[in-house]
C-alpha cells in the first residue's frame, strides 16, 4: 500500500520505517530536509503534500493541533486535494475539538478519518509495539487497523471522532502523576541511603508498583536504554508532558471535571521548565525534588 508520511520527527520517523519493513511504499513528507532523507535511505521516496494528494493513505504526525488543522482544512487544505476514499489518519495528540473539526470535513468529501494518537514513546517507536488509541467510525477503524498494526502492538478503538485523543490525554496525565510521585519516593529512599536500584526493584513487585518503574525509571544508572541513563536525552521532553497536560486541564474544564493531582502534576513539571529543563525528557523531573 502506499503511504503517505507526513512528520518525521523522533516518533514519526522509526514508525514510517517500520511501514517499510512491513512491505508499504511509503512518501516521506518534512519540512526538515534530514529527517526525510533518512527516511528515503531506508527505503521510502521523499515527497511533498501534492505526492500526498495522490496516496490511497495519508499519515500526519505532527505536535500540535494548530499545524494538523493548518494541513488539512481550508479551501487549499490537504483534504480538499485527496481522492474519495482516502484513508486519513492523524496519530498527533492534539485537541479533540481540532480532532473533531478535521473529521467533519473529511467526512463530507468522502474521506476517512481516525483520530489515532499512540502511547510507548521513542523505543515503542523505533520497536513497532506501540499502542493507537482510536477514534472514528467503526468503518475507518476497520480500514486503519492493518497499517497501523505495522507500527504498533496494540490497536484500541476508543470510541467516535476525537476520542482517541480524549483517551489519550487521560493516559498521559495519570503517567505525569505516575512519573512525579515515582520521583518523590525515589528520592526520599536515597535521601536515607537507599540504593535506587533495589529500592526501584522492591517498589516494582509490591502495591507501589507502576510503568515508570517498569520501563521508564528516572534514576540515571538503574535501567539502561532510558533517556535517565542518557543525560536525559531523547525520548518525551518536559516542554511535551506540560502541552497534553494543558489539554487535559482544557478538556477538564469542558466537562467540569475535578483533576487536582493532574493540575498539580502541571505545576511541577511548569517550575521544572523554568530551570531550563523544558528540552530534557520528562523523567528528568527527579532534579526537581532532588533540589
Same mark, same amino acid.
Given at each position: ?9 523522533? +516518533? ?23 529527517? !526525510? ?7 521510502? &521516496?521523499?515527497? =511533498? ?8 493513505? !495519508?499519515?500526519? +504526525?505532527? #505536535?500540535?493541533? #494548530? &499545524? ?29 475539538? =481540532? ?18 494518537? !499512540? ?45 482517541? &485523543? ?6 498521559? +496525565?495519570?503517567?505525569? !502523576?505516575? +512519573? ?25 513487585? @509490591? ?21 535517565? @541513563? ?8 518536559? &516542554? ?52
Amino acid at each position: 500500500m502506499k503511504v503517505a508520511f507526513i512528520g518525521l520527527g523522533n +516518533m514519526g520517523a522509526p514508525m514510517a520505517r517500520n511501514l517499510l519493513k512491513a512491505g508499504h511504499e511509503v512518501v516521506a513528507i518534512d519540512l526538515n530536509a534530514s529527517a !526525510v532523507a533518512e527516511v528515503v535511505s531506508a527505503g521510502a &521516496q521523499a515527497g =511533498t503534500l501534492d505526492t500526498a494528494s495522490q496516496c490511497p493513505v !495519508v499519515i500526519t +504526525m505532527l #505536535q500540535t493541533g #494548530q &499545524q494538523v488543522a493548518s494541513i488539512y482544512l481550508g479551501e487549499t487544505g490537504l483534504l480538499s486535494r485527496l481522492e474519495k476514499g482516502t484513508l486519513v489518519i492523524d496519530s498527533s495528540t492534539i485537541d479533540a475539538a =481540532t480532532a473533531c473539526r478535521v473529521h467533519q470535513e473529511a467526512e463530507t468529501l468522502s474521506l476517512d478519518f481516525v483520530d489515532a494518537p !499512540v502511547s510507548g514513546g521513542t523505543a515503542g517507536a523505533a520497536a513497532g509495539t506501540l499502542t493507537f488509541i482510536v477514534g472514528g467510525s467503526e468503518h475507518a477503524f476497520s480500514r486503519a487497523q492493518g497499517v497501523l498494526g505495522a507500527m504498533g502492538g496494540n490497536v484500541f478503538h476508543a470510541g467516535g471522532s476525537g476520542a482517541g &485523543q480524549v483517551a489519550k490525554i487521560c493516559n498521559n +496525565m495519570l503517567l505525569s !502523576v505516575l +512519573m512525579a510521585g515515582t520521583c518523590e519516593a525515589l528520592t526520599l529512599g536515597m535521601a536515607h541511603g537507599l540504593n535506587a536500584a533495589v529500592l526501584s526493584d522492591i517498589m516494582k513487585v @509490591s502495591s507501589g508498583g507502576n510503568w515508570v518503574l517498569e520501563k521508564y525509571n528516572p534514576v540515571p544508572g538503574v535501567m539502561d536504554n532510558t533517556p535517565a @541513563s542518557n543525560g536525559y536525552q531523547g525520548g518525551f521532553t518536559s &516542554q511535551l508532558m506540560i502541552k497534553d497536560l494543558e489539554l487535559a486541564m482544557a478538556a477538564a474544564g469542558a466537562v467540569s471535571a475535578s483533576v487536582p493531582m493532574g493540575g498539580l502534576a502541571r505545576a511541577l513539571y511548569q517550575m521544572h521548565n523554568k530551570k531550563g529543563n523544558a528540552g530534557k525528557d520528562f523523567s528528568s523531573l527527579l532534579a526537581l525534588f532532588e533540589g
